[in-house]
């Protein structure tokens, strides 16, 4: 259980907030490389409650800047994307890839040097562009080169999941409760006669134990199964500080769990496929699309498949869940070792030092980073929705 003090310091995302400062010094993944276009340049993304625009030039630069002009507050969403940056289309303010005023038009004798909105440095890895909203660019750690992102031998797609009405807390700690999924899982599936072909069956077996472990990247988990199937299950780390890294059968995937505000988050899919599962992309295009809202006309989540059992829950505790009235038991003490590396890695920033979990600086160790995952042999359709995921992918 946390005070409401602490359950702020750990929730709150916004600029200034310890949290927020911490998530700032982390890539965070804004939309698909290929939604930029010569055609559509540019996209309005909200993260950690900052209004911005994500912008490609005619070259193939990206940029990532405040949405408003200092000006007279117009959009730069409606203004000219030039090779140098973006221009705003009210009165030609120009501002450059860093958020610095290169131009005013009709005020030349003015000074610009200071005149700056916020400018982020954009990589793309992966099919996906990630943004570093740290105060020191200089300072940043490198994109982490996960495996689903760079591997080569088997093709992707990405899946913008909806918009999920709660804080993003929420949303991970649920990567160290290995234990829901017997019953959020498998036992919703079993009494409500949910189709096999979900998975549910692999979940729903006598779970004997469980155990957590800091690693490098964060939380490992494992869990062993008894029943007619026993089996121990090694399942990737809780990557710190907001990512899922997860097998699905015979899909390799990754979530990246982006707090839009405080009350709203951003989850990013990106699928590894086995090969000959994807229709061929163009060049080195990765596919993607918006998966459906999934909202039943009584306006309630459906909850027939995993992804929809999951945000049920989660937006049902609450658009910042109150941690001071919760009753932990000894299955949370993952959660619990998560919120004490995040409340850690909260310190070492306000006093002026770097994070040290899931922090990626030497080169000769990000050329891929790999992770052994149990997809579940004695399952053949593979858990969870595979099935779903590979409809999807051939629409």
Same mark, same amino acid.
């Given at each position: 259980m946390l005070t409401a003090a602490q359950n702020e310091r750990l929730t709150r995302v916004g600029p200034g907030t310890p949290c927020g400062a911490l998530l700032r010094r982390y890539w965070q993944a804004l939309c698909p490389a290929a939604e930029l276009t010569a055609q559509k340049p540019k996209k309005r993304i909200r993260i950690m409650g900052e209004d911005l625009v994500v912008f490609r030039t005619a070259a193939g630069a990206y940029g990532c800047i405040g949405e408003r002009c200092l000006h007279r507050g117009a959009s730069l969403y409606l203004g000219f994307v030039e090779p140098d940056g973006i221009r705003c289309c009210y009165h030609g303010w120009k501002y450059g890839f860093d958020g610095g005023c290169l131009e005013r038009p009709f005020e030349q004798d003015s000074p610009k040097d200071h005149i700056r909105i916020p400018g982020y440095p954009v990589q793309e890895c992966g099919g996906l562009l990630f943004a570093y909203m740290g105060p020191d660019p200089a300072r940043a750690p490198l994109l982490p080169r996960w495996d689903v992102l760079v591997r080569d031998d088997r093709p992707k797609k990405i899946i913008i999941? +909806? =918009?999920?009405?709660?804080?993003?807390?929420? =949303?991970?700690? &649920? *990567?160290?409760?290995? $234990?829901? *999924?017997?019953?959020?899982?498998?036992?919703?599936?079993? @009494? &409500?006669?949910?189709?096999? /072909?979900?998975?549910?069956?692999?979940?729903?077996r006598p779970i004997q134990s469980y155990d957590f472990a800091v690693c490098d990247w964060g939380i490992e988990k494992t869990l062993v199964y008894g029943g007619d199937r026993p089996e121990v299950e090694v399942r990737p780390p809780l990557i710190f500080p907001n990512i899922l890294r997860i097998p699905q059968g015979p899909v390799e995937c990754i979530h990246f769990r982006v707090p839009i505000d405080d009350t709203h988050t951003r989850i990013i899919w990106i699928g590894l496929f086995p090969p000959g599962a994807l229709p061929p992309a163009a060049g080195?295009?990765? *596919?993607?699309?918006?998966? +459906?809202?999934? $909202?039943? +006309?009584?306006?309630?989540?459906?909850?027939?498949?995993?992804?929809?059992?999951?945000?049920? $829950?989660?937006?049902?505790?609450?658009?910042?869940?109150?941690?001071?009235?919760?009753?932990?038991?000894?299955?949370?003490?993952?959660?619990?070792?998560?919120?004490?590396?995040?409340?850690?890695?909260?310190?070492? /920033?306000?006093?002026?030092?770097? +994070? *040290?979990?899931? /922090? @990626?600086?030497?080169?000769?160790?990000n050329t891929m980073i790999e992770f052994a995952s149990h997809t579940q042999p004695w399952y053949p359709d593979g858990p969870g929705e595979v099935h779903h995921l590979l409809a999807a992918a051939k629409r």
């Open positions: 999941f +909806p =918009v999920h009405d709660c804080n993003w807390l929420q =949303v991970q700690e &649920n *990567t160290v409760d290995s $234990v829901h *999924t017997y019953y959020l899982h498998g036992h919703y599936s079993a @009494v &409500n006669d949910l189709p096999a /072909v979900n998975g549910w069956a692999y979940f729903y080195d295009t990765v *596919t993607f699309e918006y998966a +459906p809202n999934n $909202v039943t +006309p009584e306006g309630e989540i459906d909850m027939t498949n995993f992804y929809g059992q999951d945000r049920a $829950v989660w937006e049902a505790q609450g658009a910042i869940f109150d941690r001071s009235n919760e009753t932990l038991g000894k299955s949370d003490r993952g959660i619990a070792m998560f919120r004490r590396m995040l409340a850690e890695q909260i310190d070492r /920033v306000e006093r002026g030092e770097d +994070p *040290t979990v899931a /922090v @990626v600086r030497d080169r000769a160790k």
